[in-house]
């Protein structure tokens, strides 16, 4: 730090003057630091310190940047005891931060008088309390950090193995196509060789033959020589001809020749690859502000009960009322714009296509489109069993009935059951399907977990967290971000996509939720939309 010279009073001011000189009355430059005295020393004194004080380490200027900090009534800019408040900028000051920095200041204050009875005040007393509480909280911000790094290396080991399995697999298929492709080969050059060794052979019998004939012929002699000439003729005239024959036959037969002709997608397909798959950094939002929205309309008889929640893609939204039995279409504003009545109870409600929603309602399925913003009734099927959840994926349907999922045909046709969990009640409330179709999430209410499954029903994971207490909705956005309702906990938590851990707590009582039952992200606002217990509102709360 350069050294600051002006003049006050006559008296040069020094960015650090020497502590034992002050306190005779003299004002010289300090060039030196003792931590352990919590002294600035000049030249003169530090020699003097040096006979006293052998073992003490002494900075020079050359580490001036370890000259601050040490002492709690010593300015940490320029050395000197604080004097002063300024109040304009609520800063501590010495002498020199007085003169630099603050002579245009209107209110100052000296630390004397401003200090006068403070310890005796309430805000004094309670200041250990109010450090030990940040202590804490930094203590517990720095653990969570610490498993947050703990959990971000069990990631990065489990995503590794998943690319070392992945190339594994793909080593494996690769394999299976050599396999065949060889297997291929060898029959085909079975086939050949067999062909070649058998014109060989032929050609060879017919040799011999030949070679026998004129054996024959040549000893041929006695007075049958010229009938037996004549035979001997007539036959190697037929074997000529059945040689020539022969030798025509294989001559004109077309050339078989084995060629390989790669097949050049597989390439193609590989070289258009940048990698196996992509790592994504997921994201975990935040509650930025909320607000409440009434959804009653005119004729609803009971407080609404907002069981589902869907988003349309031109950004209406659409929800089930159960105790008032009414679906309500909503704007981009969630202003109440169309509602439709349907019988019983309604649970739950899930997108279908471009314009369509169904609704599980007690022992029915219900088929709805929007239509000019104006909710139309289709059609509807028939369970034998409670709806009380619903999800679509890839023109199937699923269906929750407290302790099992099903899964039907978009007729209402039963295909199978997906999963099944009598130890409790409520054991697959409400479920929701990841993007891609290879992940189901089941909320657990009876053993307050959220499970992940495979889309043949196996369990792949089991999450359950003191802020998940009774788990009702939950949802999954386009891009695969997972959220999750804690009815009795009053959170909104967002999980990680393979259902393992917690990645934040998004919203939660403090910040005006209650009793929350139904739950949609939607990515074009990034608004988290909640449907509570028993109130006629829904709370929208702002995300980043």
């Given at each position: ?9 006559s ?14 009355g ?49 300015c ?54 109010a ?48 396999k ?95 990698n ?77 296509a ?8 007690r022992?029915?399925?219900?088929f ?31 269906v ?83 959220f ?50 028993g ?10």
């Amino acid at each position: 730090m350069a050294t600051t010279s002006m003049y006050i009073a006559s008296d040069q001011v020094y960015d650090y003057s020497c502590s034992k000189c002050n306190e005779d009355g003299k004002n010289i430059e300090a060039q030196h630091f003792c931590p352990e005295c919590e002294h600035y020393l000049c030249e003169n004194c530090v020699k003097l310190h040096k006979g006293y004080h052998s073992k003490h380490t002494v900075f020079g200027r050359g580490d001036i940047q370890k000259w601050v900090g040490f002492s709690m009534d010593i300015c940490d800019q320029h050395g000197n005891n604080l004097e002063f408040h300024c109040d304009d900028h609520q800063e501590l000051c010495c002498h020199v931060c007085l003169a630099l920095w603050h002579r245009h200041c209107n209110n100052i204050s000296h630390l004397p008088d401003l200090a006068r009875g403070f310890l005796k005040t309430e805000e004094f007393k309670q200041l250990p309390v109010a450090l030990d509480n940040m202590r804490s909280r930094l203590d517990e911000l720095r653990n969570a950090r610490m498993k947050d790094q703990a959990s971000h290396e069990d990631s990065y080991k489990n995503i590794l193995a998943e690319i070392k399995a992945l190339r594994k697999e793909i080593n494996f298929i690769f394999d299976q196509l050599e396999k065949k492709t060889v297997e291929e080969l060898d029959s085909m050059m079975k086939h050949l060789e067999k062909s070649v060794k058998d014109d060989i052979e032929t050609c060879a019998q017919m040799h011999h033959q030949l070679k026998n004939m004129v054996k024959k012929l040549q000893q041929m002699s006695g007075k049958h020589k010229e009938t037996s000439s004549y035979i001997v003729y007539q036959k190697c005239q037929n074997k000529l001809i059945k040689a020539d024959s022969m030798i025509q036959e294989i001559t004109e037969r077309p050339k078989q020749r084995v060629l390989f002709y790669p097949n050049t997608k597989i390439e193609t397909f590989l070289k258009g690859l940048d990698n196996l798959g992509n790592s994504d950094k997921v994201q975990g939002y935040k509650c930025h502000s909320s607000k409440y929205v009434s959804v009653k309309v005119q004729g609803d008889e009971s407080n609404c009960y907002i069981e589902g929640i869907c988003e349309m893609p031109n950004g209406d939204f659409v929800i089930a009322d159960r105790t008032n039995k009414r679906v309500k279409l909503l704007n981009s504003q969630y202003q109440v714009i169309d509602h439709c009545e349907l019988p019983g109870y309604l649970q739950h409600l899930c997108h279908i296509a471009v314009n369509e929603v169904a609704v599980a309602a007690r022992y029915e399925v219900h088929f709805l489109k929007v239509t000019n913003r104006r909710l139309q009734k289709v059609r509807k099927f028939t369970t034998e069993h409670e709806c009380i959840s619903i999800a679509h994926h890839e023109g199937q349907m699923y269906v929750g009935s407290t302790t099992v999922l099903y899964q039907y045909t978009m007729d209402g046709e039963l295909v199978k059951k997906i999963y099944e969990d009598k130890s409790g009640n409520l054991t697959a409330d409400k479920c929701a399907f990841s993007p891609d179709g290879e992940r189901i999430y089941v909320t657990n209410r009876c053993k307050h977990t959220l499970l992940t499954l495979d889309k043949s029903g196996q369990v792949l994971s089991t999450f359950k967290d003191p802020e998940l207490k009774c788990p009702r909705g939950v949802c999954v956005s386009p891009s695969g971000h997972v959220f999750v309702c804690g009815r009795e906990a009053n959170t909104v938590l967002q999980v990680d996509r393979e259902g393992t851990q917690k990645l934040t707590t998004v919203a939660k009582k403090a910040d005006g939720l209650e009793w929350p039952r139904s739950v949609c992200f939607s990515e074009q606002t990034s608004s988290l939309v909640v449907g509570k217990y028993g109130e006629n509102n829904i709370i929208v709360f702002k995300l980043y």
